[in-house]
């Protein structure tokens, strides 16, 4: 068994490693949807897109619905903030379509892989402003309205280039100034900027541009043009902003004469460098005015539908009827009364979502595995939760964990350090990654698991 230090696989996922240039892309990309399903050995995936992870009650209720009569009764929350389901019986494509498409889950055929939307879950929930953090008073920004602004316009076909040609892992970014979106490596990124402005750019850093934020939905759709341009005219089938080579990627000077076009007014941003944020941890969160919300993450990302019923119940008879699905695989809900959070989150603890910080399953993670995938070389899913049952290395300081079944490792974390449990065929190698290479690897059986998790979990 080798316990040589091996670099990360290229995942074209957020929070992926940083290479200049990525691979070339051959064939297009095999990203599952609400029409194109993915064949797994535990039956057929769907991912229903939510951009921004929004939902209403009702649409939540289909959801659960759905993966009660034709799924395998659990819903997934992926690392983007959109829902999947597993265990789809053959031939109920068709009904799935039709019941997303009733409940506005499914608004374009043809745009369903694009609508890859991630937005600041907290905004407007906390009190936070884009300038100086949480200020009595101060306007929020609305990322929730440019999400369903932008989902708009990507399914409007109106952008003058054919939106269709983005890759499903093309992603949009919209941040309301905190920086935990930004964290995700978005291929473009909007940030809010105080006094109705917002800043755009390619990837997470300058040159950018400022807009007026009532305009910054239109501007992103624009840069996705560009991209689409850019990509064309060096021959290129790169799936995402960062797999252009440096002098290939799209230009901020053409963007704006694109905005200019369609009369939208921008100045230049040099040297923009938007923070670095952490994402909404689990717990109470408290709002202006004795309102409050509730964030939670589900259990190894996956929820029962009776979880996610309980979740929906309290947002539709306490909150203001909306959920909001986090890339940290959680949810928020918003529009609690305030004396009545402590109570409901003891409730959704009690049904088995992790509710705190200190939890040793906050920022633990782990892929479909055994026996849903048939590449897995392990149950990991059955051997996480074993670790984590164990309650070592709890503590919100600990690093962020992730089982793998093979070296894909998808849907693994990124942004930071993290440990990288993967299964080997007779046990799992434990490293930390940072992104590029990993440190102190161990290989261990399933015996040992849980004392060297927690010991690379605390690693400084
Ligand atoms: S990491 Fe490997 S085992 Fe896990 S879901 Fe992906 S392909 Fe399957």
């Known amino acids: 068994m080798s316990t040589t230090p ?30 194109r399903l993915h064949a797994a050995d535990d039956g057929a995936l769907a991912r229903i897109r939510l951009p921004g992870g929004l939902l209403t009650v009702r649409q939540a209720g289909a959801l659960a619905r759905i ?48 609508r890859n939307v991630a937005a600041s879950p907290l905004c407007g929930v906390d009190g936070w402003t884009p300038d100086s953090g949480p200020v009595p008073g101060a306007a929020p920004a609305d990322v929730q309205g440019w999400a369903r602004e932008l989902d708009e316009l990507l399914c409007s076909d109106d952008a003058g280039t054919d939106l269709t040609e983005l890759s499903g892992r093309f992603l949009f970014g919209l941040d ?18 105080g006094a109705g402005q917002a800043g755009v750019c390619f990837g997470t850093t300058g040159p950018g541009l400022r807009v007026a934020a009532a305009d910054a939905p239109r501007a992103a759709v624009l840069a996705a043009a560009e991209f689409l341009a850019a990509r064309e005219a060096c021959g290129s089938t790169a799936w995402r902003v ?87 695989r959680g949810l928020v809900v918003p529009g609690l009364p305030a004396q009545e959070a402590p109570g409901l989150l003891a409730e959704l603890a009690g049904a088995g979502f992790v509710t705190d910080a200190d939890s040793a399953w906050h920022r633990a993670g782990a892929c479909a595995g055994r026996p849903g995938c048939a590449k897995s070389l392990a149950d990991v899913r059955a051997d996480a939760a074993a670790c984590l049952a164990d309650g070592q290395a709890a503590g919100a ?48 059986t399933t015996a040992g698991l849980a004392g060297a998790v927690a010991a690379a979990r605390t690693t400084t």
């Open 6 to 35: 091996a670099p990360l696989p290229d995942r074209s996922g957020p929070g992926a490693g940083a290479p200049s240039a990525g691979p070339v892309r051959e064939r297009g990309d095999a990203c599952p949807g609400a029409l």
């Open 176 to 193: 309301d100034g905190r920086g935990d979106i930004v964290a995700l490596r978005p291929d473009v990124t909007l940030i809010a900027s």
């Open 397 to 444: 300081a600990a690093l962020p964990v992730y089982w793998s079944g093979c070296e894909r490792r998808c849907g693994h974390p990124g942004g930071g350090p993290w440990v990288d449990v993967l299964a080997t065929g007779d046990g799992y190698r434990v490293a930390v990654q940072d992104g590029r290479r990993d440190t102190a690897p161990r290989t261990v």
């Open 242 to 328: 960062r797999e252009l080579a440096p002098g290939q990627r799209p230009s901020i000077a053409r963007l704006a004469d694109r905005l200019a076009a369609a009369g939208i007014s921008c100045t230049p941003l040099p040297g923009l460098r938007p923070p670095l944020g952490e994402p909404p941890a689990p717990g109470p969160v408290t709002g202006p005015g004795g309102v409050c919300a509730l964030s939670v993450t589900a259990p190894l990302g996956r929820l029962t539908v009776a979880q996610w019923r309980l979740a929906l119940r309290v947002a539709g008879e306490k909150g203001d009827r909306t959920l909001r699905v986090t890339p940290w």
């Open 67 to 114: 993966a009660e009569e034709s799924g395998d009764g659990h819903l997934d929350l992926t690392s983007r903030g959109n829902v999947q389901l597993r265990g789809l019986a053959d031939g109920c494509g068709g009904t799935v379509a039709g019941q997303l498409r009733r409940h506005g889950l499914l608004p374009s055929d043809r745009h369903d892989r694009i």
